[in-house]
């Protein structure tokens, strides 16, 4: 973090040879004012605020405001040289942090604090200015802050170079190229029966709260999308910020209508006040277009992923369910394959058996019949050899030797 100052400030040094012609401070037009404040304790939050002034007319040209706890914030010094382009890289979260206390000073810093500021720097008082500033700040925060400023005169040469973000038209000088943030002084709508809870309402919730008199007159050209009841000067916008600080028991609500429109409000009380909401038919009017176009395009990605993941949870299912059937077609094939060879052992053994009774029956039937056969050729083979017997002893009675 060091070395990379370090680096910074050499490079800066260096870039300081550009400006060799020094203009007095009476011929430098503007004046720049550098802050970095810190409150919250243990757990600080940093912010750092850059305003650029025309000296001639006490107009606030410029004022950027931030919200970061990087190091290189934490130990940066507002007359550091890396001032600038830390600031200039700081991300668009860490600017949109700082868009409240940007709204509150541009409202709450007058044309004659700023000529005072001027006198002061002339005077190098540096002090008056900070405890003005401090003030201011604590009444925003309400805490202590810790403020240190730095401020010097420029030239519009010195500008163009220091802030190069800044759009400087050689005819016109130098413009402011920021849209002119309007802050609406509201009071809270109080709806017992159709209203919700306080604690209920979160960042993007409509609601519905009534335009004082004086900035109703006074804006009542602009505001018109917002009218809900202009008897009752109900206007209808959305949340932009909503906190509950505890020690207190207060909410502190930013109430955004359109890009540079806001309210802010604070209100003290538990978490069961009902606070009114527009009518749902008319809700949508109060949105900005930007923000029907980002939670569209949140819904869309919600949905999309939501189907994406459908999608492929159905197609793992059906692969997981075409294997399934595979594997089941073979077992079945091959559960079928084994009992057919069974069946077919059992059939092949069944007819063996058979034959093999089939012949020892066919024996067991034919057997009387065998052994008369073999009775009747034993009793002519006897009578046979009886009647030789019988004739050789005839013959050889008949002839003697």
């Known amino acids: 973090m060091d070395q990379e100052l370090a680096?910074?400030?050499?490079?800066?040094?260096?870039?300081?040879?550009?400006?060799?012609?020094?203009s007095?401070?009476?011929?430098?037009?503007?004046m720049v004012i550098q802050g970095k404040l810190a409150y919250?304790?243990?757990?600080?939050?940093?912010?750092?605020?850059?305003?650029?002034?025309?000296?001639?007319n006490g107009e606030l040209i410029n004022l950027n405001v931030a919200f970061s706890n990087k190091d290189e914030v934490v130990y940066l010094e507002p007359n550091s040289k890396a001032f600038d382009r830390i600031f200039s890289k700081l991300s668009d979260k860490e600017r949109l942090d700082g868009r409240r206390l940007k709204t509150y000073l541009l409202n709450n810093?007058?044309?004659?604090?700023?000529?005072?500021?001027?006198d002061l720097v002339v005077q190098n008082n540096l002090e008056q200015i900070k405890d003005i500033l401090r003030s201011k700040l604590e009444d925003f925060t309400r805490e202590a802050v810790d403020l240190n400023i730095y401020s010097e005169f420029q030239s519009e040469e010195e500008i163009r170079y220091s802030h190069p973000n800044l759009l400087i038209n050689e005819d016109d000088g130098l413009d402011n190229i920021e849209e002119e943030i309007i802050e609406l002084d509201v009071a809270p709508v109080i709806a017992p029966i159709n209203g919700k809870r306080i604690s209920q309402f979160k960042k993007?919730?409509?609601?519905?709260?009534?335009?004082?008199?004086?900035?109703?007159?006074?804006?009542?050209?602009?505001?018109?999308?917002?009218?809900?009841?202009?008897?009752?000067?109900?206007?209808?916008g959305i949340i932009d910020y909503i906190i509950f600080n505890g020690p207190i028991k207060s909410y502190d609500i930013i109430i955004k209508f359109s890009s540079n429109i806001y309210s802010q409000l604070l209100i003290e009380t538990e978490g069961e006040?009902?606070?009114?909401?527009?009518?749902?038919?008319?809700?949508?009017?109060a949105i900005d277009y930007e923000l029907i176009k980002e939670e569209v395009r949140k819904e869309l990605e919600v949905e999309l992923r939501s189907e994406i993941e459908q999608r492929l949870r159905v197609e793992l299912e059906a692969e997981i369910r075409e294997k399934l059937e595979e594997e089941l077609t073979n077992r079945i094939e091959q559960e079928l394959r084994i009992e057919l060879e069974r069946e077919i052992r059992e059939r092949i053994?069944?007819?063996?058996?058979?034959?093999?009774?089939?012949?020892?029956?066919?024996?067991?039937?034919?057997?009387?019949?065998?052994?008369?056969?073999?009775?009747?050729?034993?009793?002519?083979?006897?009578?046979?050899l009886f009647i030789l017997i019988l004739l050789g002893l005839i013959y050889y009675y008949k002839n003697p030797l």
Request: aromatic share 8%; proline share 2%.
């Open 24 to 30: 007095t401070v009476e011929e430098k037009e503007y």
């Open 273 to 285: 006040l009902k606070l009114a909401i527009p009518p749902k038919k008319e809700v949508d009017d």
């Open 349 to 384: 053994a069944k007819e063996d058996k058979g034959d093999k009774l089939r012949k020892e029956d066919s024996l067991f039937k034919n057997r009387p019949t065998v052994v008369a056969n073999k009775l009747i050729i034993n009793i002519f083979i006897l009578v046979s």
């Open 109 to 118: 810093i007058t044309k004659d604090d700023i000529l005072l500021f001027n």
């Open 7 to 22: 680096e910074m400030n050499i490079q800066d040094n260096l870039d300081d040879e550009q400006f060799n012609q020094v």
């Open 40 to 56: 919250g304790g243990r757990n600080e939050t940093y912010g750092l605020l850059n305003a650029i002034i025309n000296r001639d």
């Open 204 to 236: 993007n919730d409509g609601i519905l709260v009534q335009i004082k008199e004086k900035s109703y007159n006074e804006y009542q050209d602009i505001i018109d999308h917002f009218i809900v009841d202009a008897n009752k000067r109900y206007i209808k």
